[in-house]
């Protein structure tokens, strides 16, 4: 076996700019595309739990299809399928000297859709599970449907919804390394062209993984604090893992 | 759907008017009417599946019906009057009537991401937009009168069913309701804090003259608080009276019946 250590801990721990613009991109994507599609889910969910049939059906068939075909084939139907057909074309802008990549583009409208059909059933789950008891007592009280929702259920419904969507934004940066089949130059891209260039295929990657196991880690701590913040609102005694780290 | 009607005398606050409540093939309510008068405190007592429940859910309209009218405070309960006379049904108005009547609910159902405090100023500064200073300071003089002084700042989880409920209690008259509706507020407690939630409400009917109807199966509690004790048995008014009247001398064999179970 050959393993170049010196390239493997050099790629570690001093990596090329190259490398980091492309760390710095999926992360740039993952967090637009989860906030957007948050937003979407939020949208989504309550059509599906309105009173209206045809918002019901639309947001039923939405999450449908987006749940049913594969990220790979959204991606290069919005950005390729859509520009061979001459409908729509993601165009490079150029925002205060920074251009914006139309292929960056399609891949924030490709991700926040399919991030959209599974966090709108992430919240309606959770929104499902507040007792009917919540939205009896605040009817009750004189709330409109739409303060009930924002004081009571919300609120409530977030803390179910955090453990599922924290995880959704894990799925949701390691589904970046897609982005390189439409020549977004994230991480994955970046390693692919580092890898041709110097074959130092094994080294590199194992570099790449353990960058997206680094991103999916920090998240996943941050996303402990903030359960454990909503668990302190309904007081409930718990002890973080950072304040632990600290003991 | 267009309705004219006589509107009740002034100082009938609740007037149901031939309510029906169908759930499937089932009857639940069989036309039921009913006059409660400002200030009155009316028990609903009868074995359960009577409707008793079922009629007090009616009278905000938490529960729907298939007939009938329901009033109060001299308004058709989810219906606008038109300048022609004529009732229209509207949602948005039914949210403000609701705000002057006051639901305490049989498990409570506080607000568990409030604290108690949070939960009896939330509605009046979140929703009625009120000044927070004033409503947070009524807010501590009520949790003070449903002796709670101390566990203001505790949320529903930390607190017992009693004291949950009395803070609920307070949550509903924060709203300054001109009726109170209590639905079996006693049945989901033991019985050391069943006491202190029936102290709470005995205090409320006799100082403040606050109306109140009362679904409950404390027998004893009825006859201390209720102006007037109402039987009901198959979804149906079958008796009422004064409760020396109904209690010590019912006319309705059901309701002997029923005395004979839970006496």
Known sequence: ?247 | MIVQNKLPAEDVIVSARDICMTRGDNKILRNVSMDVRRGEVVVLLGPSGAGKTSFLRTINLLNSFESGEMFVDGHRMGYKKTKAGAYMRDNHHLTEQRRNIGFVFQHFNLFPHMTALENVWHTPVRIMKQPKAQCVEEAKKLLQQVGLSEKMDLHPRELSGGQQQRVAIARALAMHPALMLFDEPTSALDPEMTIEVLNVMQHLASESGTTMIIVTHEIEFARKVADRIVIMADGQIIEQGTPEEVLDAPNHPRTREFLAKVV
């Open chain 1, 1 to 247: 076996m050959h393993f170049d250590w010196a390239f493997f801990w050099q790629s570690l721990f001093h990596p090329s700019g190259a490398f980091l613009s492309g760390l710095g991109m999926t992360v740039a994507i993952s967090v637009v595309s989860m906030v957007l599609g948050l937003v979407l889910g939020l949208i989504v969910a309550l059509m599906r739990l309105s009173r209206n049939r045809a918002l019901r059906i639309i947001a039923s068939v939405y999450v449908w299809i987006l749940q049913g075909i594969p990220l790979l084939v959204v991606l290069v139907v919005i950005y390729l399928g859509l520009a061979a057909a001459n409908i729509y074309k993601f165009q490079d802008t150029s925002v205060m000297g920074v251009v914006l990549a139309g292929s960056v583009k399609a891949a924030v409208v490709g991700l926040t859709l399919n991030c959209g059909a599974y966090v709108s059933e992430i919240i309606r789950s959770a929104i499902s599970a507040v007792p009917e008891g919540q939205t009896e007592a605040s009817m009750a009280l004189g709330m409109t449907g739409f303060s009930s929702m924002r004081w009571i259920i919300l609120p409530q419904a977030v803390r179910t919804m955090i453990p599922p969507l924290g995880n959704q934004f894990n799925t949701l940066m390691k589904n970046t390394s897609l982005l390189s089949i439409i020549g977004v130059s994230e991480m994955f891209l970046v390693t692919q062209s580092i890898s041709s260039a110097t074959f130092k295929t094994f080294e590199i990657f194992l570099v790449t993984g353990v960058y997206y196991l680094l991103l999916t880690t920090v998240w996943t701590i941050l996303q402990n604090e903030i359960e454990c913040h909503l668990s302190r609102q309904l007081g409930i005694p718990v002890k973080s893992m950072l304040s632990k780290a600290q003991v």
